[in-house]
């Protein structure tokens, strides 16, 4: 009963580093998706996939990159981190009419 | 600006008050949606609305959708301490379908004292 687990729950980088956040469902459900979740600013797209081989972006992109090879895989990576992506990350699933399943978040700190 | 304006973002009551959560905009929504989530995990779906002027309940919490689908409430009556947690509105952007793409409100921070 995973639905949906996101790995590490928590990472320390370096300005510069470069780091991949997992992301993996196990519900068989089209739609991926990543936010970013900051005090005051609710949740933000990051970047969403309607389906194993497309992806596309959402409000807050830049400094990420997404690919979606399988359909329960959506990893987030962060190519040159900054301290402005100091924040905590969710990765949620969905199906159909708007309803979203999310994981227990990924707390990122850069230094 | 926002495209959901959530209010009050802070509330802190004593158990057993009521208390309403208002979500707002100028847009219209096909639907909305109210998550909440608790410290150190991920948002969970409390509801969906559809229909303008819609009423759900769920135990204590009753949801409305506005007339004209731009905005809704929550309100609790009876609060517990079960009941802190971060309230969050959502709405999709693409029609009745979200693709995963939903766009949230600041959030409302309840605390509920014993």
């Known amino acids: 009963n995973a639905g949906v687990t996101q790995t590490p729950k928590f990472q320390v980088l370096k300005t510069g580093q470069s780091m991949t956040l997992q992301c993996a469902q196990d519900?068989?459900?089209?739609?991926m998706s990543w936010y970013r979740q900051d005090p005051g600013m609710g949740l933000r797209l990051i970047h969403y996939?309607?389906?194993?081989?497309?992806?596309d972006q959402g409000e807050v992109p830049n400094g990420y990159n997404v690919s979606r090879s399988t359909t329960e895989d959506f990893p987030l990576r962060l190519l040159s981190a900054a301290p402005s992506q100091t924040s905590v990350y969710f990765c949620?699933?969905?199906?159909?009419?708007?309803?979203?399943?999310f994981g227990e978040g990924s707390r990122l700190t850069v230094l | 600006t926002q495209l959901l304006e959530q209010s009050p973002q802070f509330l802190s009551i004593q158990e057993g008050e009521n208390l309403t959560v208002y979500c707002n905009s100028s847009?219209?929504?096909?639907?909305l949606q109210w998550y909440r989530q608790e410290p150190g995990e991920g948002p969970v779906l409390l509801v969906t609305?559809?229909?303008?002027?819609e009423v759900k309940k769920l135990k204590r919490l009753t949801f409305q959708f506005g007339d004209a689908r731009k905005d809704s409430s929550l309100h609790i009556t009876a609060a517990q301490p079960g009941d802190t947690g971060l309230y969050l509105c959502?709405?999709?952007?693409?029609?009745?379908?979200?693709?995963?793409?939903?766009?949230f409100g600041q959030g409302t921070i309840l605390t509920v004292h014993p």
């Open positions: 949620a699933s969905g199906q159909g009419a708007g309803e979203l399943f």
């Open positions: 519900m068989n459900h089209e739609y």
């Open positions: 996939s309607v389906g194993a081989g497309i992806t």
């Open positions: 847009s219209v929504f096909s639907s």
């Open positions: 609305v559809v229909t303008g002027g």
């Open positions: 959502a709405v999709a952007n693409a029609g009745g379908t979200s693709y995963g793409k939903l766009t």
